[in-house]
């Protein structure tokens, strides 16, 4: 049979066309993420996004529309045209998009793809499948309000829907968070002990939207490749010695021995996830940022609710009362020592969120429970779009401070 | 895979089961003459033993693909939920099992990764999935797969009912057949798949029964080599339920050829590009002969 060439011009592209990707030099992660020099400018949590994307070394990105993700991948888009990503196309829908994106991800190459709110929850069978498949996939997550009512406004329940999957998960605070945690979620997901999806959430529009200060590298640098031979399991990539029961095969039958074949493969997906940490503080520092450590009043925080919990301790710091802060930087793996050893000497902690369930409350205090003796305070919390102001929180701690504080909104 | 890969180590050779051993010295990896259909018997197959009922005719149709494939040795399997995974996943090739319906997204993204990752390798993708996977919840990928002319193979087992789930209508049941959650018989017709791979440009249609199994393996090989290259293929097979639609075990294929007869004649719709394809590359093969 014929072979293929390795390198065809796309069409519409001139003959002596060379993908922009190939001119970039492969850099080593650590030194990119830590020591390589960087330059700050002014842009949209979106555009942060397409320059971590720029530098990721992307095989396969899957894209399909939903605001306020959508201008994500459209950049991707033109990171593919230009010759940062090899392969790319808009899918039929969410459950196309999450199942072609684990398609590609089996083939052995970095696999991309991004979403929100209810095209998380239109994708989610395919999404919580990808742990027990050990796909190392990255996905963009630009929370939104999950209908009905309809809206587009941010507010980050989904992220409650992603926490009992198996996937690792960061929750970016802002434009720079965004930038930083893609480089990191790409590395650690392709780690050969953790070979595990991994979603980089931000709020929208406060996030996506808005324009912060990012520092970034130069964009001649890139991540090195996705290595299709290292990884916890084989690739599906008919490269192995056959065997008739293969990876993916079904193992329900209904007798003891396949409880248990999935019971371990289970666990084992929730060791990696725990394993994965160590990866990450390479990365990024710790799993938490602790501002006045300490401090007798605590925030715990992540997302664009970390901003406002910053206010919150400045305005605080202003009449002379200490706050603490603590950011939450991984959701899952959730940093439970580093909470646990952060809040000693805590009397009250207050965990601000942009979703009514209070997710991040209930983490709070499933890993403090008969730990520690401070009052874990479930709130303040806004959401169908609402912004946080930091009054909210002000007023939230001073009523706190009386005998029998009610809280209200 | 190359063929170092699968040889074992001679120190290693006596330790491995006869079956492993079957299959590197007699299966159909990396022949020159590939094992054909009158050869069986006499080399190793892709898949032997499985759990489905005893006569069922899908089985054999699965035993005919894995024999049709021109490629085994590159070549990976998307399937689904349904009975024919039960048979597919004891098949010596990597078989993708994921969520029901979901065969012909993955298989999208699967190719595309595998040309990014081997570009001087051919690797063969190939779906096979049951009438309920393909053409009710697995539509929309389906259809989406062949508007994108995505490079792979769709090989539908149509038994005209939800087998694995114990006997409920299907998109593909005809109309009027009783059968469960279709308590008064099915208000509506068979969809016609064949139909819509024509005017989604499938560039390889073909319909078959399991009546001649040389023109199975012929069929397949031509589906898959047109994907190769050219475009999307789509083979939708009968494949009778004889637990479901009752037919009695000696008469299974009785059945197929009655079937055939009546309404499932071997059919193939090639557009003209596949067509000079299929022409050069078995002028080539008659050549070698
Ligand atoms: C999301 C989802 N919905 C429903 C099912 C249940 N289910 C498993 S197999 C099957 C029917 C299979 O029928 P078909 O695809 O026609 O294949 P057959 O068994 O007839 O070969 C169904 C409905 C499932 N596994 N997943
Ligand atoms: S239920 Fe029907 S299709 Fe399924 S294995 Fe049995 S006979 Fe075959």
Redesign the pocket.
């Known amino acids: 049979m014929s072979t293929q060439t390795a390198s065809k011009v796309p069409e519409g592209k001139p003959a002596d066309w060379v993908p922009a990707g190939d001119l970039q030099e492969v850099v080593d992660p650590e030194w990119l993420m830590h020591e390589a020099p960087r330059t700050t400018e002014f842009i949209t949590g979106s555009e942060a996004a397409r320059e971590a994307i720029r530098r990721c070394n992307v095989d396969v990105a899957i894209s399909y529309p939903i605001t306020p993700q959508s201008e994500t991948m459209q950049q991707a888009g033109y990171l593919y045209d230009e010759g940062h990503i090899k392969e790319y196309y808009r899918a039929e829908e969410e459950i196309g998009t999450m199942s072609a994106i684990a398609g590609a991800s089996r083939a052995g190459v970095r696999s991309l793809t991004a979403t929100s709110g209810p095209g998380l929850m239109r994708g989610l069978?395919a999404i919580s499948s990808w742990p027990g498949a050990r796909t190392p996939v990255v996905l963009l997550n630009m929370c939104r309000v999950i209908n009905t009512p309809l809206a587009i406004q941010p507010d980050n329940i989904e992220i409650s829907f992603l926490l009992n999957t198996g996937m690792l998960h960061a929750h970016g605070e802002n434009q720079q968070d965004f930038y930083d945690y893609t480089l990191a979620a790409f590395m650690v997901s392709e780690e050969v002990d953790v070979t595990l999806p991994a979603t980089v959430s931000v709020d929208g529009f406060f996030v996506t939207h808005a324009r912060g200060h990012v520092s970034m590298t130069d964009p001649k640098y890139k991540l090195p490749p996705r290595d299709g031979w290292r990884s916890a399991v084989p690739a599906m990539d008919n490269e192995n010695p056959p065997a008739r029961i293969s990876r993916d095969a079904p193992i329900q039958k209904s007798n003891f021995i396949s409880y248990h074949m999935h019971a371990s493969w289970q666990q084992e997906v929730f060791a990696a996830v725990r394993r994965s940490a160590k990866y990450w503080r390479k990365y990024l520092g710790d799993l938490i940022e602790v501002v006045n450590p300490g401090a007798k009043e605590m925030i715990i925080a992540s997302g664009a609710a970390v901003s406002q919990a910053r206010e919150c301790v400045r305005q605080s710091e202003e009449k002379g009362i200490e706050v603490g802060l603590i950011k939450v930087k991984t959701i899952r793996p959730f940093p439970e020592e580093e909470i646990l050893n952060a809040v000693q000497g805590a009397e009250r902690i207050y965990v601000p969120e942009f979703n009514q369930a209070g997710w991040l409350h209930k983490e709070v205090c499933s890993t403090l429970y008969g730990k520690c003796k401070a009052d874990i305070i479930a709130g303040p919390r806004v959401y169908g779009g609402m912004t946080m102001p930091t009054e909210l929180l002000l007023d939230w701690m001073a009523e706190g401070r009386k005998d029998n504080p009610s809280y209200t909104f | 895979m190359s063929l170092a890969n699968l040889t074992p180590s001679p120190g290693f050779h006596k330790w491995l089961p006869v079956e492993y051993r079957d299959l590197v010295e007699h299966g159909p990896y990396f022949r020159d003459k590939k094992p054909k259909v009158s050869d069986m018997g006499k080399f190793k197959e892709i898949v032997e033993e499985h759990p489905m009922c005893a006569g069922c005719a899908?089985t054999l149709f699965i035993r005919l693909v894995f024999i049709g494939l021109p490629t085994p040795e590159h070549t990976v399997i998307v399937g689904?939920?349904?009975?024919?995974r039960l048979a597919i996943s004891q098949g010596s090739i990597p078989f993708i099992y994921g969520?029901?319906?979901d065969t012909n997204a993955t298989a999208s993204g699967l190719k595309r990764g595998l040309e990014v990752r081997f570009p001087n390798q051919h690797k063969d993708v190939v779906v096979m999935?049951?009438?309920?996977?393909?053409i009710?919840?697995g539509f929309q990928h389906l259809m989406h797969g062949w508007f994108r002319q995505e490079k792979f193979t769709t090989i539908l087992?149509d038994?005209e009912?939800?087998?694995?789930?114990g006997g409920?209508e299907?998109g593909?049941t005809r109309q009027g057949q009783i059968l469960k959650m279709a308590p008064r018989g099915k208000k509506t017709g068979k969809i016609d798949a064949l139909g819509l791979a024509k005017v989604s440009k499938v560039d390889y249609v073909a319909r078959i029964a399991p009546t001649n199994p040389a023109r199975v393996a012929r069929t397949v090989r031509r589906a898959v080599l047109v994907a190769r290259e050219v475009g999307s293929s789509y083979i939708q097979a009968y494949?009778s339920?004889n637990i479901e639609y009752a037919i009695p075990t000696p008469d299974v294929m009785k059945d197929a050829f009655d079937v055939e007869k009546d309404r499932y004649g071997f059919e193939e719709i090639i557009s003209d590009r596949a067509k000079e394809f299929l022409a050069e590359v078995e002028k080539k093969d008659k050549a070698k002969k």
């Open positions: 069978e | 899908m689904t939920a349904g009975c024919g969520n029901y319906g999935a049951g009438d309920g996977g393909l009710d919840i087992l038994n009912v939800y087998g694995n789930t409920q299907s593909m494949t339920c």
